[in-house]
């Protein structure tokens, strides 16, 4: 069975802070697809990374940064240099590369990021 | 914009009722997948269509069908509907079924 654990609920922050995201997965798939997705106060679901279970290379992309660390099942996410406007939830998601539920996403609980000015 | 719609945005109904979510996928995707979110559940997969066939199955209830047209886009069925189906529905698509999901503003249903 595949699992996703985001541990913090809510984190809040003061603008221009670092803030890290943390996400742990579980599974017995050896090739895999990790995900993370941002939902805004809009409420839409915003797709910003996905990753392979091959590839542990850490991902930049302007502020944000991705760890993916295969040995302690996690993918972390950070955001550098924070701003009111990454306020939203960020959800993290696991996909298995195959099998009967091949295209399901299995999200964790969602972490609530509030950045104050 | 994700490319994905999804109509109606609100929905309101009764107990018992049946509603109808409706879905468009972005051009040239062939999967669709709906999910539920509440807040006591989360986000949960629902169902997968690729090319209108049933692709994969998740918790989803039997009051609750779906089914993908031959023009993809896809429609979610909610009958006999109780207090405890008010959630947000998302429809999310895909080139194949091991693409990146792009997903729909959602379908906020609200069950009175």
């Known amino acids: 069975a595949q699992k996703v654990t985001q541990a913090q609920t809510e984190i809040s922050v003061v603008e221009k802070e670092d803030v890290t995201l943390d996400c742990v997965y579980e599974?017995?798939?050896?090739?895999?697809?990790l995900f993370w997705y941002k939902q805004p106060p809009s409420g839409e679901l915003v797709f910003l990374i996905r990753?392979?279970?091959?590839?542990?290379q850490n991902e930049i992309s302007g502020r944000y940064s991705w760890n993916f660390q295969k040995s302690t099942s996690s993918f972390n996410f950070t955001i550098t240099a924070s701003q009111v406007v990454d306020s939203a939830v960020y959800f993290c998601?696991?996909?298995?590369?195959?099998?009967?539920?091949?295209?399901?996403?299995?999200f964790g609980q969602g972490t609530i990021l509030t950045v104050h000015p | 914009d994700s490319g994905v719609t999804q109509t109606p945005k609100h929905l309101i109904t009764a107990t018992g009722q049946r509603v109808t979510l409706r879905c468009s996928p972005r051009?040239?995707?062939?999967?669709v997948y709906w999910y539920q979110q509440s807040l006591d559940q989360g986000l949960q997969f629902l169902i997968q269509?690729?090319?209108?066939?049933?692709?994969a199955k998740g918790n989803i209830l039997e009051r609750f069908s779906a089914q993908q047209f031959p023009d993809l886009h896809s429609e979610l069925n909610l009958s006999s509907l109780e207090l405890g189906d008010s959630a947000l529905y998302f429809c999310?698509?895909?080139?194949?079924?091991?693409?990146?999901?792009?997903f729909g503003a959602g379908t906020r249903l609200s069950v009175l």
């Open positions: 998601a696991l996909r298995n590369a195959g099998g009967t539920s091949y295209g399901k996403l299995t």
């Open positions: 269509y690729y090319n209108g066939e049933e692709r």
């Open positions: 051009s040239g995707d062939l999967s």
């Open positions: 999310a698509s895909s080139v194949g079924s091991g693409d990146i999901q792009y």
């Open positions: 599974t017995r798939d050896t090739t895999y697809y």
């Open positions: 990753r392979n279970s091959f590839d542990e």
